[in-house]
Nanobody
């Protein structure tokens, strides 16, 4: 069984910063990609940033130059540093991992429970 636990959300004023953390635990053989998604009220969930096991990253156009993603493979953890936050960044942020559980090679997708980020103007 795999568990994804997020932390770091909260309320911040526009222009401020937050750092989200997510750690995967349980019966994990290897993690391929870790990512952050977000879902604002009335909108579809969207990819914010992703990072592969070798450190390759992708970002949504809306957060390029504003957010950075990093990963600690030894801790099965992923981080999202969010700078110069704007009210439009308000959303529930979800951690995502594509991984192989122990004892197998198939890839499965897991999600965290979500953490609220609210940016006030």
């Amino acid at each position: 069984q795999v568990r994804m636990v997020e932390s770091g959300g909260g309320l911040v004023q526009a222009g401020g910063s937050l750092r989200l953390s997510c750690a995967a635990s349980g019966n994990i053989r290897s993690i391929h990609t870790m990512a952050w998604y977000r879902q604002a009220p009335g909108k579809q969930r969207e990819l914010v940033a992703s990072i592969t096991s070798d450190g390759s990253t992708k970002f949504a156009d809306s957060v390029k130059g504003q957010f950075t993603i990093s990963r600690d493979n030894a801790k099965n953890a992923v981080y999202l540093q969010m700078n110069n936050l704007k009210p439009e960044d308000t959303a529930v942020y979800y951690c995502n991992a594509v991984l192989s559980p122990s004892g197998g090679l198939r890839l499965y997708e897991y999600w965290g429970q979500g953490t609220q980020v609210t940016v006030s103007s």
